[in-house]
DNA sequence: CGCTCGTTTGAGAGGACTCAAGGTAGGTGG
DNA sequence: CCACCTACCTTGAGTCCTCTCAAACGAGCG
């Protein structure tokens, strides 16, 4: 989802600057605005579970996030925090409202905006419901293909701690398993570097 | 999401019997309607867990289904079968998407309820992602009391079954893992009824 | 009563997790 | 150019706990 800068300026939207580590907003906090990044980047986790950082998503200049929870008046389910020094635009979320509701054609992206995530949400529900370690890796391994993170032939560019937090496994299971892959020819390690064929 | 018997026929929607067990649409075909339920119960699962069946959701006359492949024109990921003798409507695509431009308040309820199953499907995420069973029986309860399917003190209209297949555990795990809730104080179970505190 | 469906308990195996210890690559400074 | 540092990767051993398989129990119903 991306809104015109100077459109989000003319509903009364503000630009704030974001230190790195802060944070926007937080889990059980009420969503308040609509949020879209204008520089930095901004990281999506969960903490909840045994404290362990159960990361989302991780988004950059032009994109928003936090919509969900805004339209239906639930409380975050999410934390959002600054990788790095980052400037995001705010929007009341009455203005926001207002803002759709006059353009037609930004409303209609926020729908596939919304189908989107509701379909990626679902699709790393199914990593997750997956019992196998392997399965859950190249599932996970599909998904940025699909979703053009990488491509085939390409190295992978998470560590292998980063990809044990999206499918929530530990990095040894991780790494015992990608080993395993190899050996089916699933995947290719050349020098540490992760190639999914 | 529920859009009015007359305006979905006045859009060219049709009504078509489904027997018991019959598929609406499975896994990895394309989207090419609109669903609403008008009678009987439509069930969603993914069958692709290891042959396992893991179950999303369970609609009911009123209520549409599948919209969010449609919209961003991406295969399904779910499969939709008729729990029991039903009927359902039938909206084409390019009609759907002319009626939602055509009518904003059915617009806004669709973005609506988009948010609501992104908001619900990670809450579902977060439940699998927690990796001990006790932690992912008490969310799942939690989720239950949230989106009022149940109350405090009610019994849990789920068999030990059905609560397994939407967590992803074994009946046995399930069983097991409610016993030490119990001893916990976290959950009661009176005469085999499940309760929560 | 006897069937069926859901619940429960037990024993055993497998495998992910934990903890601990090295190994390797890339960057930095002397 | 080399020694060092740090972050990441890798391996091993052992524990724990979920899953699997098997069997039996309980409740509701024709």
Redesign the interface.
Known sequence: MHIDYDLIITYGGIAKKISKGEIVFSENSEPKYYYQVLSGSIKIY?S???GKE?V?DIYTPGQSFG??????D?KY??TAEAQEESVILLLKKENFMQL??EH?EI?FE???D??????N??????I?????PE?KIIKFLNQLVEKNIIEKNTPIPYTRQQIANQI?LRVETVIRSLNKLQKENKVQIINRKLYYL
Chains 1, 2 share one sequence.
């Open positions: 969960t909840n579970i045994q159960f989302q919509e969900p929870p805004l339209l239906i639930k389910l999410i759709i509701d037609k409303h926020l729908t596939k919304l189908a989107n995530r509701a379909y949400t679902l699709f790393s529900a199914q997750l419901a997956n019992p196998s399965d929530g």
